[in-house]
Structures are given as C-alpha cells and as structure tokens.
C-alpha cells in the first residue's frame, strides 16, 4: 500500500521519457528555417546518391548504409568524395568513430593527384584518446590546432561544423571553436613550408572542390551532413547597385516642375487683375473733363 501513492509520479516519469523520445529530431533532415538559409543534404540517410569513390563513379561496397549513417565497414572501402563541387561553404555533419580510430574530412579536393589530400587540406577526425595520431580532432593537420577538447568518447557522435571563405576559415567541435584562418595567406604559406604537404605544388592551391571523407581503415560513421553555399550569397553582396537614389531623382525633378508651373499659374491671374485696375483707373481719368462740363450745365 505504501507504494500506489508513487503510482502517478512513476507514471508520468515514463511518460515523459516516451515523450522524449519521440520528440527527438530527425536524421538526415532539414528544418524550412534551414532550407529558407540555403542549406542542402549531402546524404539522405538511404543512399549513397552525390558521393563516388575518388577518380571512379561509384561508392564500393565498403562503405554501408546502417542506422541512417554512412558507415566506412569494410576494407577496400576507399576515399569518396561528393559529386558537387563548392568553394565559399558552410559545412556540418556529425561522427562516430571506433576507439583508437582515425579518420579525416577534407575540402576543395581536385583529381589532379594521387589521393585526395595531395590537393585538399584535411580535418582530422580520430578518437583523441586512444588515437594513435598526434594531431587531434577537429585540427587541420600539420597546419592549426587547438588548446581545447571539446571531443566526447569514442563511440558517441560527435558535430563538426567548419566555415570556409576567402576572407575567414573556422573550425568548430561540438558548438566550441578551435580557431580560424585564411587559406593562402602569408601564414598559412609559412606553415605549408614546415609540413608534409609543401612536396605536393597542388596543395592547398584550389579554391573550391569536392568533399571529401577518407578510409583510413577505421570504422567510422557520418550522419546529418549538411552544406550551405556561401559563395553565391557573395556574389550578390558584392555585384549589388544602389538604386533608391536614381529613383528618388525623378519624383523630386517632377515635384519641381509642378511647383514651377503652379507658381506660374499663380501669377498669371494677379497680373491680370492689375492690369485691369489701372485701365480702369485710365478710363475714368479721361472722362473726367466731360463730367465737369456736364455739371456746369445743369
């Protein structure tokens, strides 16, 4: 008896738990708040449609859909890359790798060389605790990395958003930056120097390409992979034309001629009116002598 008063509390706490759940957000979709931002779907959670293995046309059968994630299972499951190529772009997606996994995202990749990262600088992605790697998650290797952590275990997902522009490149872990950059800029070019990659003259060089996710023979997985092209937004910005004020001229040149005209409208009748009282004061003047006589008579 003592328990049926917890009966309701009890209850509602599963209720609520239900309700959770269900309202969880769903996978590989889009909000119209982001469709209305310009955001598209790099994946749609069924198949592997805009992507392909580097320099073929399709996806191996290494990689998997499972759970509504894009999954690197099996061996031979190579490097893909999307179909779409993009320069200016904001990019999100969330993973999960293995423990001690290693994997990386790269961008602005061309066909030009032998695997992708000889054109397309690479974000790395790895389990930062049982890694093998010294550059960690979210860094851009061998070039910026990051006093802060904002990895959870492997084996839970994770969000990676970075922001690529001419001006500005940010990298972001789970909503904390880690730092920002210009690619091609006296900086990065002293740090291409010191790296790897100063071998490869492609290097770095692009600016736009295709996305890419590498096999580096780890299980990972990617879900909600979301772009939003920055480029065009750009454009716009940048070949805009004011103008309000060539339009603004025409009423005020309008508004001048009417006011010309009514002025002279205006004018015009007390002209008149004056004219008229002095021919009337003329008038009278010259009949004034006939009057005289005609007084003296009567």
């Known amino acids: 008896m003592r328990c049926l008063h917890r009966l309701p509390t009890l209850l509602l706490g599963v209720f609520l738990s239900v309700a959770s759940a269900g309202a969880a957000e769903p996978l590989n979709t889009l909000t119209d708040s982001e469709k209305a931002d310009g955001w598209k779907l790099l994946f749609d959670g069924k198949t592997t449609k805009g992507w392909r293995n580097y320099k073929k046309d ?83 290797y061998q070039f910026y990395s990051s006093d802060k952590d904002a990895t959870k275990p492997a084996g839970e997902w994770n969000t990676l958003r970075i922001v690529i522009t001419p001006e500005k490149c940010e990298h972001f872990m789970n909503g904390v930056k880690y730092f920002e950059y210009v690619k091609g800029s006296d900086d990065w070019n002293a740090r291409l120097e010191k790296s790897k990659f100063k071998a490869f003259p492609d290097f770095g060089k692009p600016t736009s390409g295709h996305i890419c996710l590498q096999d580096h023979n780890n299980l990972v997985s990617y879900r909600n992979i979301k772009i939003r092209d920055l480029s065009k937004a750009t454009k716009v910005s940048a070949t805009a034309k004011p103008q309000a004020k060539a339009t603004e001229k025409k009423p005020a040149a309008a508004t001048e001629s009417t006011t010309a005209t009514a002025t002279a409208e205006a004018e015009k009748p007390a002209v008149t009116t004056t004219q008229s009282t002095t021919g009337t004061r003329n008038v009278r003047r010259s009949f004034a002598p006939l009057r005289r006589i005609r007084s003296l008579l009567e």
């Open 58 to 140: 399709t996806v191996s059968d290494g990689w998997k859909i499972k759970n509504g994630a894009l999954t690197r299972e099996d061996k031979g499951a190579g490097d893909i890359i999307t179909a779409d190529q993009f320069g200016a772009f904001e990019l999100t997606l969330d993973y999960n790798i293995e423990p001690g996994g290693n994997s990386g995202l790269m961008y602005h990749v061309q066909e030009t060389g032998k695997t992708p990262w000889q054109t397309g600088p690479e974000i790395q992605i790895q389990d930062n605790k049982a890694g093998h790697d010294p550059q960690k998650a979210g860094w851009l």
